[in-house]
């Protein structure tokens, strides 16, 4: 994820505000948190959401994931293939078919 | 972000384990603030955290986010260049330049 | 909320293990947003959660929730009767009666 | 906390304006990571917050706790003493004095 030419677009727009300075990464994962928040507030009383709402919060939530990966030097879309790896090991498809169970009680 | 050939792996994922009934929007909202707190707890107390945690977590978030992004029908990185236009109309950098105050007490 | 006895319960056992130095306002901040994320896990996949779980999980966000208010000097119970007496106004019972919408959508 | 007659209030206020059907055990879960995140948006880019801002947020989660904690059948007091029983014992105070470390690997 995060062609490279959007995570240009996001450190141009960062610095010609000079905003470089408040997105330390505590703050850009409290920033992650407050946002999710936000997105989840579209469900709060009801399944059936907003849909241009859900599209504009969540893309704050990944927003700020692009700033946060960015900040630390990941690549965004190597690392969730990195976890998906894991995942795969943990959740084997035979024994994770259909369920919700989490990993250590597989 | 997301080239089309995560999106594709993450449904594969998905699919084999047949928890496309479990991905319901308000679970994956759900999800995404979960793995956003495991995130934060990162940076609970301290600044300094550990790089390989924050990888993996932020990898659970972004994850999360690229799932209800699919489900939803959204382009994740369409979805973000749309908002970092509207932020940069909210932000104009002569009034936002090394300001965090927030766009409606600028 | 918060009887006398159990504010002084939670600040002696903070005292004893000289805890006060992490308990920042912004640290316990985080950490009531991390803990409602654990709490939201009980829920990820299901309204049917396991009550032991939800119970002890509940219970870290309010512990955090009082040592917050106590580090604000905020008298938990008192706090919440004046939002409550805001939130009587905000949504009248002739208008809210029934009805999840936001107030300013009434 | 919550003494018995603030608990009666938050019951009448739901009631007057059948919000029962809205409080299930999950949307209160979610209601209170909601609210945290606003909470955590007064310290999102300062540790030195808005005094009444805060108040008032925290006011929110507060809120919501008491109403899942009633519906779920549970004494708040009695549950944050019970687990502050259990975390006690995870973290005696001859090991965990002036340290932030998880209980596991104390």
């Not at 939530?61 to 946060?68: A, D, H, P």
Request: hydrophobic share 35%.
């Amino acid at each position: 994820m995060t062609t490279q030419g959007l995570g240009d677009e996001l450190r141009t727009f960062t610095a010609e505000r000079d905003w470089d300075q408040f997105h330390s990464p505590a703050n850009l994962a409290k920033s992650i948190s407050i946002e999710a928040g936000e997105l989840l507030e579209c469900f709060q009383w009801t399944d059936d959401a907003d849909i241009e709402r859900v599209k504009s919060e969540l893309a704050d939530v990944l927003t700020y994931c692009l700033l946060l990966a960015d900040k630390m030097g990941f690549d965004p879309e190597a690392i969730v293939r990195e976890k998906l790896e894991i995942t795969r090991q943990k959740y084997p498809v035979d024994k994770a078919r259909g369920r919700s169970t989490k990993y250590d009680r597989l």
